[in-house]
């Protein structure tokens, strides 16, 4: 099961582009919790620091198809950096902000979040121009499951550091971090030479290179039923976060709530390494199927269908549940790479990031008036049917075509590798021609 990440990570830069994309995003799960905690203590009120949050969030939604576009377009490095200073200062700012001016953190919030890191999908974009069949579903599997890691830990460093210090020193930690993650994942794009637009040839995705009038990604069926999708399975995903919560404030408990995340989280991790590894290409409707009954075995186990004598009893059954996570996500990333025309994928994956905002958004209010109508069960119930038409909405995703047979890699060829004379790269290849 392990030659699948044998033979991806062995694919020179996949692992470094990798690391640095993560780092370049670790910021996002933290940052909600520390603008949280800043606001409320200006002003003493939790709405208002949601209102704050939500900036962050809207701004980061509002712009994902335009840096997706500039991204196509090349330079790939500039816009991650321009993107992490602009955004470090304006976390900065945000913390040097006077307390009796806490109003203008509204717009503040909003303008830094146009500059959120591009660095999902800028490099989820990358993937099919360096990786290939079985290699590429393993990497969209490896950035699933490892992102989970981000869900877990920044938070928890998050809640730490305004623990122990203050709610502005966190920002100034996620400031720092946010443009070391900037700095690193651009001068990886620089060292694989993928900081320019793809090939144009490049066989992957439907329309290759696009030819013809070139025409909204809105107009494209089978990408609109992906975006619809997106949204529509973080909402149920957000709802259940939600959902947690409401369970342990009910209980008057709240440690229960890190117990069960990290339980769901750790789920969705095992499964993402187990489906990187499996061979073929992943069946989508399948996944979206399991990911739906995964939140549905919940229901008889929570109040006020069932009251057990602690949550703890239904850990077992949240791992389960989190196992089909981490595959449907990783199953979703690569049919839209495989989907998305060659020269527009970021473009394409900035919707997807537009759409997994709109779907955070909607997941807020929605579950919580179920929860106030119906209990935890009826927030249950909502991430349910949510996931479960997106489940339905796969039916309509089209099988990607046949990838073109792959030609030996430089490693494979006797006379080529590091040590031997440059060879004119294959054309279209780029600078990724030791891969081609």
């Given at each position: 099961m392990l030659a699948n990440y044998r033979r991806l990570f062995a694919v020179p830069h996949v692992l470094s582009l990798l690391a640095w994309s993560l780092t370049a995003r670790f910021y996002m799960p933290g940052l909600m919790i520390a603008v949280t905690f800043l606001v409320e203590e200006w002003t003493?009120?939790?709405?208002?620091?949601?209102?704050?949050?939500?900036?962050?969030?809207?701004?980061?939604?509002?712009?994902?198809?335009?840096?997706?576009?500039?991204?196509?377009?090349?330079?790939?490095?500039?816009?991650?950096?321009?993107?992490?200073?602009?955004?470090?200062?304006?976390?900065?700012?945000?913390?040097?902000?006077?307390?009796?001016?806490?109003?203008?953190?509204?717009?503040?919030?909003?303008?830094?979040?146009?500059?959120?890191?591009?660095?999902?999908?800028?490099?989820?974009?990358?993937?099919?121009?360096?990786?290939?069949?079985?290699?590429?579903?393993?990497?969209?599997?490896?950035?699933?499951?490892?992102?989970?890691?981000?869900?877990?830990?920044?938070?928890?460093?998050?809640?730490?550091?305004?623990?122990?210090?203050?709610?502005?020193?966190?920002?100034?930690?996620l400031s720092v971090l946010a443009l070391l993650g900037a700095l690193g994942f651009a001068r990886a794009l620089r060292r694989a030479g993928v900081t320019g637009p793809a090939p144009t040839d490049d066989a992957d995705g439907a329309d290759g290179g696009e030819a013809g009038p070139r025409r909204s990604l809105l107009l494209h069926p089978a990408l609109v039923v992906l975006f619809l999708m997106c949204l529509l399975m973080v909402s149920g995903v957000m709802g259940m976060d939600l959902v947690i919560v409401a369970w342990a404030n009910e209980l008057d408990a709240p440690h229960y709530v890190m117990v069960l995340a990290s339980v769901w989280a750790l789920g969705s991790l095992v499964g993402g390494a187990i489906a990187g590894g499996l061979r073929g290409r992943p069946h989508l409707v399948r996944r979206c199927f399991g990911s739906a009954l995964g939140v549905a075995v919940l229901v008889p186990f929570v109040p006020p269908v069932t009251h057990l004598p602690t949550p703890l009893l239904i850990t077992p059954l949240l791992f389960v549940s989190g196992m089909a996570l981490a595959p449907t996500l990783a199953a979703v990333m690569g049919r839209m790479g495989d989907l998305a025309p060659a020269r527009r994928r970021a473009e394409a994956f900035g919707w997807m990031s537009t759409a997994m905002g709109t779907g955070g958004a909607v997941a807020g209010p929605l579950t919580g008036a179920l929860v106030d109508l119906m209990g935890i069960a009826g927030g249950v119930l909502s991430a349910t049917a949510l996931v479960l038409v997106a489940a339905l909405l796969s039916l309509f995703v089209p099988e990607p075509r046949s990838e073109a047979p792959r030609a030996p890699e430089a490693a494979d060829v006797p006379g080529t590798g590091r040590d031997a004379p440059r060879v004119p790269p294959v054309h279209g290849a780029g600078a990724l021609d030791e891969l081609r």
């Amino acid at each position: 099961m392990l030659a699948n990440y044998r033979r991806l990570f062995a694919v020179p830069h996949v692992l470094s582009l990798l690391a640095w994309s993560l780092t370049a995003r670790f910021y996002m799960p933290g940052l909600m919790i520390a603008v949280t905690f800043l606001v409320e203590e200006w002003t003493g009120s939790y709405t208002l620091a949601g209102l704050v949050a939500g900036a962050f969030t809207l701004g980061l939604a509002l712009v994902g198809p335009l840096r997706g576009r500039m991204a196509d377009r090349g330079g790939t490095d500039r816009l991650v950096l321009v993107c992490g200073v602009v955004f470090s200062v304006g976390l900065v700012g945000l913390l040097l902000l006077p307390g009796v001016l806490w109003w203008l953190s509204v717009p503040l919030a909003l303008v830094t979040g146009l500059f959120g890191t591009p660095a999902n999908q800028v490099v989820r974009a990358l993937w099919p121009r360096l990786t290939h069949g079985a290699e590429r579903q393993a990497i969209y599997a490896a950035e699933a499951t490892t992102q989970e890691l981000l869900f877990v830990f920044s938070p928890i460093l998050t809640a730490g550091v305004v623990a122990l210090a203050g709610p502005r020193w966190a920002l100034l930690m996620l400031s720092v971090l946010a443009l070391l993650g900037a700095l690193g994942f651009a001068r990886a794009l620089r060292r694989a030479g993928v900081t320019g637009p793809a090939p144009t040839d490049d066989a992957d995705g439907a329309d290759g290179g696009e030819a013809g009038p070139r025409r909204s990604l809105l107009l494209h069926p089978a990408l609109v039923v992906l975006f619809l999708m997106c949204l529509l399975m973080v909402s149920g995903v957000m709802g259940m976060d939600l959902v947690i919560v409401a369970w342990a404030n009910e209980l008057d408990a709240p440690h229960y709530v890190m117990v069960l995340a990290s339980v769901w989280a750790l789920g969705s991790l095992v499964g993402g390494a187990i489906a990187g590894g499996l061979r073929g290409r992943p069946h989508l409707v399948r996944r979206c199927f399991g990911s739906a009954l995964g939140v549905a075995v919940l229901v008889p186990f929570v109040p006020p269908v069932t009251h057990l004598p602690t949550p703890l009893l239904i850990t077992p059954l949240l791992f389960v549940s989190g196992m089909a996570l981490a595959p449907t996500l990783a199953a979703v990333m690569g049919r839209m790479g495989d989907l998305a025309p060659a020269r527009r994928r970021a473009e394409a994956f900035g919707w997807m990031s537009t759409a997994m905002g709109t779907g955070g958004a909607v997941a807020g209010p929605l579950t919580g008036a179920l929860v106030d109508l119906m209990g935890i069960a009826g927030g249950v119930l909502s991430a349910t049917a949510l996931v479960l038409v997106a489940a339905l909405l796969s039916l309509f995703v089209p099988e990607p075509r046949s990838e073109a047979p792959r030609a030996p890699e430089a490693a494979d060829v006797p006379g080529t590798g590091r040590d031997a004379p440059r060879v004119p790269p294959v054309h279209g290849a780029g600078a990724l021609d030791e891969l081609r």
